[in-house]
């Protein structure tokens, strides 16, 4: 890991526009991207990036991470290699985005959560404080995940889908288009929540509901 501070001074830096935005790439070495090994971050000089943030240096290959345009990150934030953010993106403190993890545009994460390995966040999601998502989670556009909800790895949370605070979710759950899941409820693993479904507060779901 590297702080973003340390990056800014000691890394090749090179100036580049894309699609009328202006950037800066951020060369790990001798400034050769395409030298194997050499780790490259791409900033959107519109981003605004706090105290402490730590960007993970890609191991035998130039893979990037990139902070899109008006991306606002807060301190002590911690991004895996190969992030991608899309634009106006916000990520509270404390923040943790593992390996290879994908952020749509406008999506706010709140402070302390957690996403896990190549994970994939759509378009519009606003997602709590203090969130755990698993490694290979996808979740689609406009979805609300609230604080303290723990989901575990390969979930698939599809369009418009609102997940109430302190939820439990096992690994392989989805929750289809427009679901409902409410507080403190438990899904189990492997469980499918279908279109429209609406589970109740503090409900323990072990089965399909379609």
């Known amino acids: 890991m590297k702080l973003y501070s340390e990056i800014k001074e000691t890394w090749t830096a090179e100036k580049f526009n894309r699609d009328g935005t ?9 400034g050769n991207e395409k030298d194997r090994g050499n ?10 990036i706090g105290d402490g943030v730590k960007i993970e240096e890609a191991m035998g290959s130039p893979d990037r991470v990139v902070i899109g345009e008006s991306v606002r990150i807060g301190d002590r934030v911690t991004i895996g290699s190969g992030v991608v953010m899309g634009r ?26 957690r996403v896990g390995v190549l994970s994939v966040i759509g378009d519009g999601t606003e997602i709590g404080d203090g969130v755990t998502i698993g490694d290979i989670t996808e979740i689609s556009y406009r979805v609300t995940i609230g604080d303290n909800v723990v989901m575990g790895h390969h979930a698939e949370i599809y369009y418009g889908a609102i ?21 403190r409820a ?25």
Do not use: F, P
């Open 22 to 30: 202006d950037w800066t790439r951020y060369i790990d070495g001798d």
């Open 39 to 48: 780790s490259v971050v791409e900033v959107a000089d519109s981003a605004v």
């Open 88 to 113: 106006r993106a916000t990520l509270g403190n404390g923040v943790t985005l593992g390996e290879g993890v994908r952020i749509g545009d406008r999506v706010t994460v709140g402070e302390d959560t």
């Open 163 to 183: 997940i109430g605070e302190g939820v439990r979710m096992g690994d392989h759950v989805t929750i289809d288009d427009r679901a409902k899941i409410g507080c």
């Open 186 to 210: 438990v899904i189990g693993k492997g469980a499918k929540i279908g279109e429209g479904v609406t589970i109740g507060n503090g409900q323990t779901i072990d089965r399909d509901c379609l």
